[in-house]
């Protein structure tokens, strides 16, 4: 053969061509990642209560406008947490996890830019969120009044003839419409927290909307679980120094301190809500709250808030992403009387999520322990008990990590 008249470089490329498996891709992965990238994945599907099994299903061709990663990480959320013991959605059997990230391993032609704009190629860090990129109203720039989509929700959707849906597996395929975001600035810790920080991020967005949070604010955040803790960071970034939190188990609360509280307040110390209350306002001396963040998820404890807030005070209630159950108050005295002004948060909105980056690189810069946050981590395979250590509240964020 006379190499000379060998086209070298249209023989490797049709090579790297049928390695991929997506002809015509604007985004080959170089060889030696292509070597790397099995013909199926690994995935943790829940498909009883209680139970999850390892699956292996093919990875599929890419469309032109898909994405293939390598899942890192994802953390284990509370809702998470609610369908391993209830299936209050009736979703099962399903692919979970919606606070994950990883890295690009294939692309297909079409993809250029992330959801903000930013470039994206093989080897960029990314995660998704839970927002409806392909309904024309959301977009970066307009006032994102509108929240929380479908069609893209990664982990929480019913699963399909794909299988590669939720951040709980070894690869999840992107589809093409849905909000990815490169965050290849960000450490793995960082990314794995991205999506419960926007959660925050937006809540007390909502609760800078009322006119009554301000930077000499008296704030209350009751519940220190994860969405607690970072509530406060959110807050401390902001300039926000008086905080005073709010529950039941000290080592929680101690965090809390380390996270930017300025006081605690053990409930399980006092007997009766008037004696809560009072501590409460020791917190400020002698004040009620200005404001309160209710993260907790317990009717009882919405039921109490309202005894620690000033008249003309404000409330922005988190806790409840499903129903928990009715809570007792009363209208004259909880709010009428008191002129209360009360938000509710749900999710968040793109901008939020965008946002919450620059809030990850303040609280590190401030010194706040944001990474500490992740308290366990398990293998994929391990998932089953990293499921029972969230539950029996034994750390703060438990992380499924892929190594």
């Not at 013991?85 to 992330?114: A, Q, S, Y």
């Not at 704009?117 to 990314?126: H, S």
């Not at 529950?247 to 053990?266: C, I, W």
């Amino acid at each position: 053969m006379d190499m000379n008249q060998v086209n070298v470089e249209a023989i490797v490329k049709s090579v790297l061509e049928d390695m991929l498996g997506q002809q015509g891709s604007a985004h080959p992965a170089k060889a030696g990642a292509a070597e790397m990238i099995p013909a199926t994945a690994k995935v943790a599907m829940l498909t009883e209560l209680e139970k999850y099994e390892i699956k292996e299903f093919p990875i599929p061709k890419l469309g032109d406008d898909d994405i293939l990663v390598k899942v890192e990480g994802c953390g284990i959320c509370g809702t998470d947490a609610h369908e391993f013991k209830r299936d209050p959605f009736g979703l099962l059997p399903l692919v979970l996890g919606h606070e994950g990230t990883g890295e690009i391993v294939r692309m297909g032609k079409n993809v250029k830019k992330d959801s903000a704009g930013k470039e994206l190629k093989i080897g960029d860090k990314v995660v998704t969120c839970m927002i409806f990129k392909d309904n024309p109203d959301i977009t970066m720039f307009d006032l994102n009044k509108q929240n929380i989509g479908g069609a893209d929700v990664y982990g929480l959707l019913p699963d399909d003839d794909i299988h590669l849906n939720g951040w709980f597996s070894d690869y999840i395929l992107i589809r093409g419409g849905s909000s990815v975001f490169n965050v290849s600035d960000l450490d793995l810790d960082s990314r794995i927290l991205i999506e419960p920080c926007a959660v925050l991020v937006h809540a007390v967005e909502r609760a800078k909307s009322t006119g009554i949070l301000r930077f000499n604010s008296r704030v209350v955040v009751q519940g220190c679980g994860p969405i607690g803790l970072i509530c406060i960071a959110v807050l401390r970034t902001m300039g926000i120094e008086n905080i005073a939190a709010v529950d039941g188990e000290q080592k929680r609360l101690d965090f809390a301190k380390e996270m930017g509280a300025s006081r605690t307040v053990n409930f399980k110390d006092y007997s009766g809500i008037e004696a809560l209350s009072d501590a409460v306002e020791g917190c400020f001396d002698g004040h009620p709250a200005d404001f309160a963040f209710q993260c907790t998820g317990s009717p009882a404890a919405h039921s109490n808030i309202y005894k620690f807030i000033r008249n003309g005070g404000g409330l922005c209630e988190l806790g409840f992403f499903i129903n928990g159950g009715d809570a007792t108050i009363n209208p004259h005295f909880d709010i009428c009387s008191k002129e209360l002004t009360v938000v509710g948060s749900w999710v968040y909105t793109l901008r939020d999520y965008a946002t919450t980056f620059d809030f990850l690189k303040r609280a590190k810069g401030i010194g706040l322990p944001i990474n500490r946050l992740i308290t366990h981590r398990f293998p994929l395979d391990k998932i089953n008990e990293a499921h029972i250590t969230n539950l029996k509240m034994e750390g703060l964020k438990i992380a499924i990590v892929n190594e």
